[in-house]
C-alpha cells in the first residue's frame, strides 16, 4: 500500500521498517534477481547507439534506425518486441529509466507501492483541485522499463465491448474506424493474453480467452479471508456473480480478480512479457535505457513535416541524437507523449509560442481531453484481524510475520506476498433500478447516461485487505482494515496537460479537473451508497468492528450521511486510480483529435503514437489491457505499412 504523502512520514516509515524490509528484500533478490547475461539489445553506454551532438548539428553522423519508439513503457515495450519480430525492422527502443528486472519491488506483487516517490517515479502531482478538497494530487508513473505495469494493482480488465464500438463510432467514418470496433479489435486483446486456467473457478471458459500470448494471466493474486465475503454481500444486495467479466458477454457482476501474476507469483510486466533474452539477442534490435527524450526531430524542407529522429539526453549531461529511416512512434504515456508532442512544436499554437518553441503542426486537441478514473477509498476497522496491514512492518508482530510471509514466498511463490491489494471486483450501472431503488433514487435524479452501451458499466467497486489513504496506508493508526472502494468509470470531466516551460525537465502543468461536474460527484455519491449497504450485509458485516463506529477518521458511518455530506466525502476522498487517458485522442481533426485510425499523427504521416493517449475517450475498466491491445495493433498497422514501402 501506497507510499506517505509527506518527507516527514516517509522518514519516520523507514526507520520504522528497515530491518524487516531489508530482510524481505534480501530473500526476494535471492529468489529473483534475474541475470541480463549476453542480451545485445540492452544499451548501457548511448554512445553505442547514438551519436553525441557537437557543437554544429552538420558535424555529426546519424545511427540509424528504420523505426525509432519513444517510451519504453506498457505500450513501448510490446511495440519494440513485436517489430523487431521481422529482422528487415530495425528498431531502435528509448526509455528514460532503467530495466525493471532486478527491482526486487517490479516482482513481488503487493511491494508495488514501494516504488512510488522512489527514484524510479516521475513522481508527479496535479494542480490544486478546487473541486476535489483544493488540494494537489499525487500521481504515480513509473520511470522503468515496463512503465507502469510496474507500479500498477495487475487487474486484468478489459472494458467493456461497447467501450470499443464507441471507439469505432467516434471516428466518423474515417478510413480505418471499423478496425477498432470491439469485433475487430479483440483479436489483439486475445493476442497478447496467454490465461492459465484455474481448477477453483471452473466457470470460466477458457477457450474464450487467449492462450499463446506473452503475457500471462490468471487467479494467482492471494485471496485474503474478506475476499469471498465481499463477493458474496455482492450478491445479496443484487449484483450477480459473474465467473468472467473479460469476454464478449459483457463486464457486468462481481468477481475475483484475474491479475498480470504469473504460476511462480511474479508480476507480469510488459517487459518481462515481452523483452525476453531471445528478444534482446535479435540483432535488428537496440533498447537505450536512461535516455530521456527531450524532442522529436523533424524535416520540414517538404510540404508536409516528416519525423526523422529523435534527440535525448543521459543523466550525465550528454546529448544524444538519432535517426529513424522510417518511422518514430511515441508510445510515453498520457502525461509524456503529449509534453513531447508538445516540445518537439507539435500541439496548440498559442500555447507553443508562448514558450517560445516553433510550431511544427497546429494540432489544439494534443493535451485537451485528459480523462481518468477518479477512486474513492472508504476504510473500515476489521474486526476478524485478518487483514493484511502486516506487510507495512509497522511493529514488530508485523515484521515477524512479513519475513515469514517472505519465505512462503521465496519457497513457494504464494501467500500474502502475492496479493495485488484490488483482490475482487465488481461492475455495475448507477441507474441499475436493482440496486438503486426508484423509491430512494427517483429516476428524474439519475445521472446522466455516460456509459458506451445497455450492457456497459459506469461504476466499479472493488475490496481490498488493507485500509490506505492518499496511497499510503501509514498515515492511519496500526490496526487491522480493510477497505472499500468505488471508481467512477465514466467522467465527464476533462483536464489537460500542459508545458510549464519549454524546459524538458521540468514537469507538465497536470489539470485533470476532477469532479468539476455534477454528474461525476452524483455518480461517486452512489457508489458510495451502495458500498454502505454491502458493508453492512453479511457475510462481509461480520468482519466489521463496531468499536470504530464513530471513528471521524473510518467509515463506519457513512450511511448515517444525507446526500449532500456524502457528496462533501466523496470532494474529500478523490484521488486517481492511475488510468490517466485520452490526451493525444484518436479521432477527426475537427472533434480534436491527434491521430488518425492509423494511429498517425495529423499532418505528419510517419509520426505516430501507441499508448493510452490515444484511446478517443476512456474505458469503463482498468486501461492495461487495451493499451497492450493498441501496442499489438501498431506493430501490424506499422509492419503492413514498411512492407508497401521500397527498402533504402
Given at each position: 500500500?501506497?507510499?506517505?504523502?509527506?518527507?516527514?512520514?516517509?522518514?519516520?516509515?523507514?526507520?520504522?521498517?528497515?530491518?524487516?524490509?531489508?530482510?524481505?528484500?534480501?530473500?526476494?533478490?535471492?529468489?529473483?534477481?534475474?541475470?541480463?547475461?549476453?542480451?545485445?539489445?540492452?544499451?548501457?553506454?548511448?554512445?553505442?547507439?547514438?551519436?553525441?551532438?557537437?557543437?554544429?548539428?552538420?558535424?555529426?553522423?546519424?545511427?540509424?534506425?528504420?523505426v525509432v519508439v519513444i517510451g519504453g513503457g506498457t505500450a513501448g515495450c510490446a511495440l519494440a518486441s513485436r517489430l523487431s519480430e521481422d529482422p528487415s525492422i530495425r528498431v531502435l527502443l528509448l526509455e528514460a529509466g532503467k530495466?525493471?528486472?532486478?527491482?526486487?519491488?517490479?516482482?513481488?506483487?503487493?511491494?508495488?507501492?514501494?516504488?512510488?516517490?522512489?527514484?524510479?517515479?516521475?513522481?508527479?502531482?496535479?494542480?490544486?483541485?478546487?473541486?476535489?478538497?483544493?488540494?494537489?494530487?499525487?500521481?504515480?508513473?513509473?520511470?522503468?522499463?515496463?512503465?507502469?505495469?510496474?507500479?500498477?494493482?495487475?487487474?486484468?480488465?478489459?472494458?467493456?465491448?461497447?467501450?470499443?464500438?464507441?471507439?469505432?463510432?467516434?471516428?466518423?467514418?474515417?478510413?480505418?474506424?471499423?478496425?477498432?470496433?470491439?469485433?475487430?479489435?479483440?483479436?489483439?486483446?486475445?493476442?497478447?493474453?496467454?490465461?492459465?486456467?484455474?481448477?477453483?473457478?471452473?466457470?470460466?471458459?477458457?477457450?474464450?480467452?487467449?492462450?499463446?500470448?506473452?503475457?500471462?494471466?490468471?487467479?494467482?493474486?492471494?485471496?485474503?479471508?474478506?475476499?469471498?465475503?465481499?463477493?458474496?454481500?455482492?450478491?445479496?444486495?443484487?449484483?450477480?456473480?459473474?465467473?468472467?467479466?473479460?469476454?464478449?458477454?459483457?463486464?457486468?457482476?462481481?468477481?475475483?480478480?484475474?491479475?498480470?501474476?504469473?504460476?511462480?507469483?511474479?508480476?507480469?510486466?510488459?517487459?518481462?512479457?515481452?523483452?525476453?533474452?531471445?528478444?534482446?539477442?535479435?540483432?535488428?534490435?537496440?533498447?537505450?535505457?536512461?535516455?530521456?527524450?527531450?524532442?522529436?526531430?523533424f524535416d520540414r524542407s517538404g510540404a508536409t513535416p516528416r519525423a526523422i529522429g529523435a534527440e535525448f539526453t543521459h543523466p550525465n549531461g550528454e546529448k544524444f541524437q538519432v535517426k529513424a529511416r522510417k518511422e518514430v512512434v511515441?508510445?510515453?504515456?498520457?502525461?509524456?507523449?503529449?509534453?513531447?508532442?508538445?516540445?518537439?512544436?507539435?500541439?496548440?499554437?498559442?500555447?507553443?509560442?508562448?514558450?517560445?518553441?516553433?510550431?511544427?503542426?497546429?494540432?489544439?486537441?494534443?493535451?485537451?481531453?485528459?480523462?481518468?478514473?477518479?477512486?474513492?477509498?472508504?476504510?473500515?476497522?476489521?474486526?476478524?484481524?485478518?487483514?493484511?496491514?502486516?506487510?507495512?512492518?509497522?511493529?514488530?508482530?508485523?515484521?515477524?510475520?512479513?519475513?515469514?510471509?517472505?519465505?512462503?514466498?521465496?519457497?513457494?511463490?504464494?501467500?500474502?506476498?502475492?496479493?495485488?491489494?484490488?483482490?475482487?471486483?465488481?461492475?455495475?450501472?448507477?441507474?441499475?433500478?436493482?440496486?438503486?431503488?426508484?423509491?430512494?433514487?427517483?429516476?428524474?435524479?439519475?445521472?446522466?447516461?455516460?456509459?458506451?452501451?445497455?450492457?456497459?458499466?459506469?461504476?466499479?467497486?472493488?475490496?481490498?485487505?488493507?485500509?490506505?489513504?492518499?496511497?499510503?496506508?501509514?498515515?492511519?493508526?496500526?490496526?487491522?482494515?480493510?477497505?472499500?472502494?468505488?471508481?467512477?468509470?465514466?467522467?465527464?470531466?476533462?483536464?489537460?496537460?500542459?508545458?510549464?516551460?519549454?524546459?524538458?525537465?521540468?514537469?507538465?502543468?497536470?489539470?485533470?479537473?476532477?469532479?468539476?461536474?455534477?454528474?461525476?460527484?452524483?455518480?461517486?455519491?452512489?457508489?458510495?451508497?451502495?458500498?454502505?449497504?454491502?458493508?453492512?450485509?453479511?457475510?462481509?458485516?461480520?468482519?466489521?468492528?463496531?468499536?470504530?463506529?464513530?471513528?471521524?477518521?473510518?467509515?463506519?458511518?457513512?450511511?448515517?450521511?444525507?446526500?449532500?455530506?456524502?457528496?462533501?466525502?466523496?470532494?474529500?476522498?478523490?484521488?486517481?486510480?492511475?488510468?490517466?487517458?485520452?490526451?493525444?485522442?484518436?479521432?477527426?481533426?475537427?472533434?480534436?483529435?491527434?491521430?488518425?485510425?492509423?494511429?498517425?499523427?495529423?499532418?505528419?504521416?510517419?509520426?505516430?503514437?501507441?499508448?493510452?493517449?490515444?484511446?478517443?475517450?476512456?474505458?469503463?475498466?482498468?486501461?492495461?489491457?487495451?493499451?497492450?491491445?493498441?501496442?499489438?495493433?501498431?506493430?501490424?498497422?506499422?509492419?503492413?505499412?514498411?512492407?508497401?514501402?521500397?527498402?533504402?
Open positions: 500500500m501506497p507510499q506517505p504523502v509527506s518527507a516527514q512520514l516517509a522518514g519516520k516509515k523507514i526507520a520504522a521498517v528497515s530491518v524487516a524490509m531489508s530482510a524481505f528484500a534480501i530473500v526476494l533478490r535471492y529468489l529473483h534477481k534475474r541475470g541480463l547475461g549476453p542480451l545485445s539489445a540492452l544499451v548501457r553506454d548511448p554512445a553505442m547507439a547514438a551519436r553525441r551532438v557537437r557543437s554544429k548539428e552538420d558535424e555529426y553522423d546519424f545511427d540509424e534506425y528504420d530495466s525493471s528486472l532486478s527491482e526486487v519491488f517490479t516482482i513481488v506483487p503487493v511491494s508495488y507501492s514501494r516504488l512510488f516517490h522512489s527514484v524510479h517515479d516521475w513522481d508527479l502531482r496535479t494542480v490544486p483541485q478546487p473541486n476535489a478538497g483544493s488540494l494537489t494530487k499525487y500521481w504515480p508513473r513509473a520511470k522503468l522499463l515496463g512503465g507502469c505495469s510496474c507500479l500498477n494493482a495487475m487487474v486484468f480488465h478489459a472494458g467493456a465491448p461497447e467501450d470499443y464500438d464507441e471507439w469505432s463510432l467516434a471516428q466518423k467514418g474515417q478510413e480505418g474506424a471499423l478496425q477498432w470496433s470491439f469485433s475487430e479489435f479483440q483479436k489483439y486483446m486475445l493476442k497478447f493474453e496467454k490465461f492459465h486456467p484455474s481448477p477453483q473457478y471452473p466457470e470460466v471458459d477458457a477457450s474464450l480467452r487467449g492462450n499463446s500470448g506473452p503475457v500471462e494471466v490468471g487467479f494467482f493474486g492471494y485471496a485474503s479471508k474478506g475476499t469471498p465475503k465481499f463477493i458474496e454481500a455482492c450478491q445479496k444486495v443484487g449484483i450477480p456473480a459473474t465467473p468472467d467479466v473479460n469476454t464478449s458477454k459483457g463486464t457486468i457482476g462481481v468477481t475475483k480478480v484475474v491479475t498480470y501474476i504469473n504460476p511462480n507469483g511474479r508480476r507480469v510486466t510488459s517487459e518481462f512479457a515481452y523483452l525476453t533474452p531471445e528478444v534482446l539477442a535479435r540483432p535488428n534490435l537496440k533498447v537505450i535505457t536512461q535516455a530521456q527524450v527531450t524532442r522529436i526531430l511515441l508510445s510515453a504515456g498520457a502525461v509524456h507523449t503529449p509534453q513531447i508532442l508538445m516540445l518537439s512544436g507539435v500541439g496548440p499554437a498559442d500555447h507553443l509560442k508562448a514558450h517560445n518553441i516553433p510550431v511544427v503542426a497546429d494540432l489544439p486537441g494534443v493535451g485537451s481531453h485528459l480523462m481518468d478514473h477518479v477512486v474513492i477509498d472508504l476504510n473500515y476497522l476489521d474486526k476478524s484481524q485478518s487483514s493484511l496491514s502486516f506487510v507495512e512492518g509497522r511493529t514488530l508482530v508485523h515484521k515477524l510475520k512479513l519475513i515469514s510471509a517472505a519465505w512462503q514466498y521465496r519457497l513457494k511463490g504464494t501467500g500474502p506476498l502475492t496479493t495485488n491489494v484490488c483482490e475482487a471486483i465488481a461492475f455495475v450501472r448507477s441507474t441499475d433500478p436493482k440496486l438503486f431503488p426508484p423509491d430512494e433514487f427517483p429516476p428524474e435524479k439519475n445521472p446522466e447516461d455516460t456509459t458506451s452501451g445497455p450492457g456497459a458499466p459506469d461504476i466499479e467497486l472493488f475490496f481490498s485487505p488493507v485500509g490506505y489513504k492518499q496511497h499510503s496506508g501509514d498515515n492511519m493508526p496500526p490496526a487491522h482494515y480493510f477497505g472499500l472502494h468505488g471508481v467512477l468509470l465514466r467522467p465527464t470531466s476533462k483536464g489537460t496537460i500542459r508545458l510549464k516551460s519549454s524546459d524538458p525537465n521540468e514537469p507538465p502543468i497536470i489539470d485533470p479537473q476532477y469532479l468539476s461536474t455534477e454528474h461525476d460527484v452524483g455518480v461517486l455519491v452512489r457508489a458510495a451508497r451502495l458500498l454502505a449497504r454491502i458493508v453492512s450485509t453479511q457475510p462481509l458485516v461480520s468482519m466489521l468492528d463496531p468499536a470504530a463506529d464513530a471513528d471521524a477518521e473510518l467509515d463506519h458511518a457513512l450511511h448515517t450521511l444525507d446526500d449532500a455530506a456524502v457528496a462533501e466525502q466523496v470532494r474529500h476522498k478523490a484521488e486517481t486510480l492511475y488510468h490517466p487517458a485520452c490526451t493525444a485522442r484518436m479521432a477527426p481533426l475537427a472533434d480534436g483529435g491527434v491521430v488518425d485510425p492509423f494511429l498517425r499523427v495529423h499532418g505528419i504521416p510517419n509520426l505516430r503514437v501507441a499508448d493510452a493517449s490515444v484511446f478517443p475517450t476512456i474505458v469503463s475498466g482498468h486501461t492495461a489491457a487495451p493499451t497492450l491491445a493498441i501496442a499489438e495493433k501498431a506493430a501490424d498497422l506499422i509492419k503492413e505499412s514498411l512492407s508497401l514501402k521500397p527498402r533504402p
